[in-house]
């Protein structure tokens, strides 16, 4: 059964760190892209970043939103089918619920765009008070 699961949310104080996990069932993670998105009140659900789970090592293989890019790193450990989001020098815009996500099919489909998806994970809540 295709299935994301995130944990690893909570509060933190301004300019503080969380690393966010994503266990992905097996049918999803080969060939394809896995993303976190994130959706704060009153505004659209927005990419965040995206890490390729093929063999190969490819340059776009890891994308970035413009907002989160030298402050989050997004990475993998295929022995266990997770994908990590390590969240560094949070700011209180960075508040929302976070999502992970796999890519409607395999390949090569790594648009930051939620029109790119076709699997969603729960949400987990990320708070940063100032």
């Known amino acids: 059964q295709e299935q994301l699961v995130e944990s690893g949310g909570g509060s933190v104080q301004a300019g503080g760190s969380l690393r966010l996990a994503c266990v992905v069932s097996?049918?999803?993670?080969?060939?394809?892209?896995i993303y976190w998105f994130r959706q704060a009140p009153g505004k659209e659900r927005e990419g965040v970043a995206n890490?390729?789970?093929?063999?190969?090592?490819?340059?776009?293989?890891?994308n970035y939103a413009a907002t989160v890019k030298g402050r989050f790193t997004i990475s993998r450990d295929n022995a266990i089918n997770t994908v990590f989001l390590q969240m560094d020098g949070l700011k209180p815009e960075d508040t929302a619920i976070y999502y992970c996500?796999?890519?409607?099919?395999?390949?090569?489909?790594?648009?930051?765009?939620?029109?790119?998806?076709?699997?969603w994970g729960q949400g987990t809540q990320v708070t940063v008070t100032s």
């Open positions: 996500a796999a890519a409607r099919y395999t390949g090569w489909i790594k648009e930051l765009s939620t029109n790119s998806i076709g699997y």
């Open positions: 097996n049918e999803l993670y080969s060939r394809r892209f």
């Open positions: 890490i390729w789970t093929g063999t190969g090592n490819h340059e776009d293989q890891i």
